[in-house]
């Protein structure tokens, strides 16, 4: 799901980078923010970043969550 998230900001920044540097800024409050250019190269490498984090944090998470949920003897 968070590929998804990420094709779709990929694209507003490719779309109107301006803007999407603005917004950026003022969601992390950084003022002195250039809009960026997308390649093909960090697209990809981009995206597979993204869904390996998101696969780590969902594994982590679950192993957690059932470690916690065993019941202790």
Same mark, same amino acid.
């Given at each position: =799901?968070?590929? %998804?998230?990420?094709?779709?900001?990929?694209?507003? %920044?490719? &779309?109107? +980078?301006?803007?999407?540097?603005?917004?950026?800024?003022? =969601? &992390? $409050?950084?003022?002195?923010?250039?809009?960026?250019?997308?390649?093909?190269?960090?697209? &990809?490498?981009?995206?597979?970043? %993204? &869904?390996?984090?998101?696969?780590?944090?969902?594994?982590?998470?679950?192993?957690? $969550?059932?470690?916690?949920?065993? +019941?202790?003897?």
């Amino acid at each position: =799901m968070l590929g %998804v998230w990420y094709i779709i900001c990929a694209t507003a %920044v490719s &779309v109107a +980078p301006n803007l999407a540097a603005k917004l950026f800024g003022w =969601m &992390v $409050h950084l003022t002195n923010i250039t809009p960026a250019e997308i390649t093909t190269g960090g697209f &990809v490498a981009g995206f597979v970043q %993204v &869904v390996i984090y998101t696969y780590i944090s969902a594994w982590v998470f679950a192993w957690l $969550h059932n470690r916690f949920l065993k +019941p202790r003897a």
